[in-house]
């Protein structure tokens, strides 16, 4: 057994989003929001489950925070909800909204615990949505007042922020494959809305720099690096495809380089751009590539690739590697991913700082008769990911910090109730929490700040 010390003052945190653990979906001022909308629709979500209530954490925050203490949890990253505190989207605050995080944030001060805000985190006001959502340049002057209202609240007391969760999902997820809000399927309108994301994360950036000066800020994409299953040149192709549709749109802009030029070439070919760039005003790209504190990684599994890529039907995948551990999400476990994403942002993106904001897994493990859920697979997956993060740290790896997902079950978006991502079991019919042994391995990893491998 080998003892992996990690580096001083190196932050370990969970991870939560507003939608997925508040409820109170139309409680104390908050309007709808697009995946309100989107979960009341039927056949949308997995047999019609919706964020109503999902963990209530809305009324039972102080004990979900009680609870991050006696885990010895040193930071929380969590969402606001935009319809809470906008409920129009912008102009008019509502001001219980606010106070909810105002308490939330002191409370966890109080716990010694570190808020990491995540300011869009998938809740759009309907308002926006019917307006056009993230398809219309609008959206952006809307969520940069959110940013300017929230940090300008908190910013005193909150040093941690993220503008954008997983900008691939809000845009392409959402708007071109159709699986979350708003359930579109439209390649011109998908392409729009990833740019006006990252036009309103570099648009924010200052907003927020403004009120809260001693801030660090960063935001989160989403990241499953693609590996093609021979060397043959039609895998290759595939996995180039792939690297530019899921990371290098939006890596790439935000570091300066533009949109890439083989994927432009690639979408016009497919015509998926019938007017070429036309969302791109001048300034938008030095605006998007504002120089940022830190990227936040959120990686769970990679992508085999084979055969001639089909991003239309989203056909992309090889066949199930038959070597592989797979989680209940059906998502191979490959450690080795998240160690090559670090390296590549890194030596190749040159991130002034990294962590790794999302990683985890699902299993359905529930409480045996003597109440003790033996989530072993998930500790086995921590485990092997912490250990790619360790050896990336040894290579000169800028590594901040690692944030599990998730702190405890709740609301998986089109999924429903299905998966469990937690280190804290939840009967959604009490409300219950349990702590699983992966909460108490994930404690005693933080308290030594060390890791024990087989």
Same mark, same amino acid.
């Given at each position: ?23 109170? @979906? ?82 966890? /001060? ?32 809307? =969520? ?54 990252? /036009? ?41 495809? @792939? ?6 749109? =939006? ?79 059906? @998502? ?78 709740? =609301? ?43």
């Amino acid at each position: 057994m080998a003892v992996l010390r990690f580096p001083e003052r190196f932050v370990w945190g969970t991870a939560t989003s507003a939608y997925q653990i508040e409820g109170a @979906w139309d409680e104390d001022g908050r309007s709808p929001s697009h995946w309100d909308t989107f979960a009341h629709t039927p056949g949308k979500t997995r047999n019609g489950e919706t964020g109503d209530v999902a963990c209530d954490h809305y009324r039972r925050w102080p004990e979900d925070m009680a609870l991050m203490a006696s885990l010895n949890i040193q930071a929380y990253r969590f969402s606001v909800s935009w319809p809470r505190i906008l409920p129009n989207g912008g102009n008019q605050i509502n001001e219980a909204g606010l106070d909810h995080y105002d308490r939330l944030v002191d409370g966890l /001060l109080e716990a010694g615990i570190r808020p990491f805000i995540t300011l869009y985190h998938w809740e759009l006001p309907q308002t926006l949505q019917d307006a056009g959502g993230w398809p219309e340049r609008s959206t952006v002057d809307h =969520f940069v007042q959110l940013a300017d209202v929230v940090s300008r609240r908190l910013g005193d007391r909150v040093h941690n922020w993220i503008t954008h969760n997983e900008p691939w999902c809000t845009s392409m997820l959402s708007h071109q494959i159709g699986l979350h809000a708003p359930g579109w399927r439209n390649w011109p309108a998908a392409l729009a809305a990833a740019h006006h994301v990252l /036009l309103s994360h570099g648009t924010a950036v200052p907003a927020i720099r403004a009120n809260a000066p001693q801030a660090e800020v960063g935001i989160a994409p989403n990241y499953e690096p693609a590996y093609p299953l021979t060397r043959s040149p039609e895998d290759i192709e595939a996995a180039r495809i @792939w690297d530019g549709y899921y990371i290098r749109w =939006f890596n790439d802009p935000l570091f300066g380089r533009h949109y890439p030029a083989d994927m432009v070439a690639y979408y016009q070919e497919k015509g998926y751009l019938p007017h070429g760039l036309n969302f791109v005003q001048p300034g938008d790209m030095e605006t998007i590539a504002v120089p940022v504190d830190f990227i936040g990684i959120n990686n769970y599994t990679r992508q085999i690739m084979s055969g001639k890529v089909s991003l239309d039907q989203f056909q992309t995948a090889a066949s199930p590697n038959p070597n592989a551990t797979y989680t209940e999400m059906n @998502w191979e476990v490959y450690p080795d991913g998240l160690y090559d994403l670090l390296n590549r942002l890194h030596f190749d993106y040159q991130a002034p700082k990294i962590y790794i904001t999302e990683n985890g897994c699902s299993y359905g493990d529930g409480p045996d008769k003597n109440g003790r859920i033996h989530d072993t697979r998930r500790i086995d997956y921590l485990r092997s990911y912490l250990t790619g993060v360790h050896r990336a740290i040894g290579n000169g790896v800028p590594v901040a910090g690692y944030f599990v997902w998730s702190f405890m079950d709740n =609301f998986e978006w089109s999924l429903g109730y299905s998966q469990r991502f937690g280190m804290v079991y939840v009967d959604y019919q009490t409300q219950q929490r349990l702590p699983k042994e992966s909460a108490y391995w994930y404690k005693d990893v933080i308290s030594h700040n060390q890791l024990e491998t087989m």
